[in-house]
């Protein structure tokens, strides 16, 4: 099913930090925070599926930086570290 450029499906739902400009990695995450509270509070989200984060990297000036691996080599995506145990999707 194609779709129009700049068209989402009703069920998706975009929070534009960009009138942000640039932020310490610090005021993004309390920002993130914030609203996720939001979504809880105000319009009842309890759950979402495949969720993806796109962060454009600057320095402290706002130009475009390159993302590092200790080991020296290219990073442009990374998975998310963080654990959810398996008995959480049974009624224990």
């Known amino acids: 099913m194609a779709r129009k450029r700049g068209k ?3 069920h998706v739902l975009t929070v534009d930090f960009s ?4 932020v310490s990695i610090e005021e993004l ?3 993130i925070y914030t ?3 939001a979504l809880k509070d105000m319009y009842g989200v309890k759950f979402l599926t495949g ?3 796109t962060l454009p990297i600057t320095n402290q000036y706002g130009e475009p930086r390159d993302v590092r691996h200790p080991e020296g080599y290219h990073v442009s995506r ?3 570290h ?5 008995c ?3 009624d224990l």
Request: zero cysteines.
């Open 35 to 37: 609203d996720i509270e």
């Open 88 to 90: 959480l999707d049974y």
């Open 29 to 31: 995450r309390q920002a």
């Open 78 to 80: 990374i998975d998310t």
């Open 51 to 53: 969720a993806e984060l």
């Open 8 to 10: 989402q499906p009703k």
């Open 82 to 86: 963080h654990y959810r145990p398996a």
């Open 19 to 22: 009138k942000l400009e640039t």
